[in-house]
């Protein structure tokens, strides 16, 4: 069994619980995983056996807690608690071979390269090169940025809508959770459920329009599950609004369900210098399998989406919260 891990605040307080369904046990003395993956790293500790180690008798009632009936919330599944801004957002897309049925034409494979469109040439870049062999390097995945850690929303918070977007859409992910330690070694701390959250109208306009249409809040967790089985992982993502299902798939992200492998991906990701700063935390999203906006679904306000997949603890749900307020431009002041 993997070990899983929650953030927990209440107040100004905060605490790290391990997941003994249907209860958490809270860790003594530790008040986030960024300061528990740091005094891991310092004792040379794999981090599942520090955390059992640290868990106490202080156990709270995991129902009570998850579906918000308690004085403690559930905090996004990682965070950087000192700086928001040294916890980069950022993610990989065209990874997953199922991807293709929401980019038209991927399916099909041609040795007319000139007749591709750029995205379907780019995951044939994947296709062809993402899985390199032990001390190669493979083909460069396709990299987007989303912020830095204050756009990352936890369990049962919305997910907004600014009034300058056309749309917002779920992307059911799972999503790699690191740390730059002191020498400046990337250190995966494990892996989190989470809803890339993104413009795909906008987007759908214009492919360059794609790393605008990626800088939208998104949700991580509930829970952080350290070492989890990351080859072929089954989920299920639904909409519900008012009460009633619009749309629910079966979704399935791993290694085995891209075209990248998890060593590639990372590869890319850290060979930056940029990205190696000691003491930043990263959270990369891996890419979807599904998503409602590629079947016609369109989220309106108050909607809720929920996404789970097998091994990486309870569903992470979150509702649509549409900023209706007309666009407001914004001024530059000359400082001259």
């Known amino acids: 069994m993997s070990t899983r891990l929650v953030q927990l605040r209440k107040g100004s307080v905060r ?28 004792d040379g500790k794999k981090l599942s056996l520090l955390a059992r180690e640290m868990a106490k008798d202080d ?5 009570t807690v998850y579906d918000g009936r308690s004085d403690w919330r559930i905090h996004p599944a990682i965070d950087h608690p000192e700086e928001s801004a040294r916890c980069l957002v950022t993610g990989t897309g065209l990874t997953h071979l199922g991807s293709a049925r929401d980019r038209q034409a991927m399916h099909v494979r041609t040795d007319d390269i000139d007749n591709l469109t750029d995205s379907m040439k780019m995951f044939r870049y994947g296709l062809d090169g993402g899985r390199p062999a032990a001390g190669e390097t493979g083909a460069s995945p396709e990299w ?6 204050g756009i990352l929303r936890a369990h049962d918070e919305p997910l907004e809508v600014p009034e300058y977007a056309e749309d917002g859409g779920e992307e059911a992910e799972i ?24 413009d795909h109208c ?8 794609l790393a605008s249409s990626k800088l939208r809040n998104c949700a991580i967790g509930p829970e952080l599950v350290i070492d989890p089985e990351f080859e072929s992982v089954p989920g299920e993502v639904s ?9 629910a798939q079966s979704v399935r992200t791993g290694e085995a369900e891209m075209c990248h492998s998890l060593r590639n991906i990372e590869h890319h990701h850290f060979k930056f210098g940029e990205h190696r700063r000691p003491g930043d935390v990263h959270v990369h999203f891996f890419g979807a399998d599904r998503l409602s906006f590629g079947e016609g679904v369109r989220l309106s306000d108050g909607d809720l989406m929920q996404i789970q997949f097998e091994g990486f603890g309870r569903p992470l749900r979150n509702s649509v919260l549409v900023n209706s ?7 530059v002041t000359p400082l001259g």
């Open 15 to 42: 605490v790290v619980a391990l997941v003994e369904e249907p209860h958490l046990r809270v860790l003594a003395g530790i008040s986030s995983i960024y300061a528990l993956a740091n005094e891991a790293i310092r």
């Open 59 to 63: 156990v709270l009632d995991y129902d």
């Open 144 to 149: 987007f940025y989303k912020g830095t850690g």
């Open 175 to 198: 999503a790699g959770v690191y740390l730059i330690s002191p020498a400046g070694q990337p250190v995966r701390i494990g892996m989190t459920v989470g809803n890339e959250f993104s």
């Open 202 to 209: 906008f987007e759908k306009r214009n492919y360059l329009y």
């Open 239 to 247: 909409i519900k609004r008012n009460g009633q299902n619009v749309w």
């Open 325 to 331: 307020a007309p666009p407001n431009p914004i001024k």
